[in-house]
Nanobody
């Protein structure tokens, strides 16, 4: 069983930055794909970014939804079992609840197998 705890959400003006963090606890060694999804008000949840590595935590691959490419960066600290999402040049369309997720592996933005979700952290961008 793995548990995910997000932090770092908040309110920011357009053009600003936020950094989200997701710390995994429990049985983490079988989850090679972690990432972030978001749900904007009145919309379906969408995948934002994924980071996938081998069992040796090498050869990491990152994938992003087109709308955040060049603005968001996902990274992982394997020692701390923490995944980060650095969000720069935020705009109002980035507003939403951001969820951390973990799965055995990913194909692009699609998580494969059983997915574990965090509780979410709110991001609000004002114009």
């Amino acid at each position: 069983q793995v548990q995910l705890a997000e932090s770092g959400g908040g309110s920011v003006q357009a053009g600003g930055s936020l950094r989200l963090a997701c710390t995994a606890s429990g049985v983490t060694d079988r989850f090679f794909c972690m990432g972030w999804s978001r749900r904007a008000p009145g919309k379906e949840r969408e995948a934002v970014a994924r980071i996938t590595s081998t069992s040796q935590r090498t050869n990491e691959r990152t994938t992003y939804v087109d709308s955040v490419k060049g603005r968001f960066t996902i990274s992982r600290d394997s020692v701390q079992n923490t995944v980060y999402l650095q969000m720069d040049n935020l705009n109002s369309e980035d507003t939403g609840m951001y969820y951390c997720a973990a799965a055995w592996t990913c194909s692009g933005l699609t998580m494969i197998g059983s997915v574990t979700w965090g509780q979410g952290t709110q991001v609000t961008v004002s114009s």
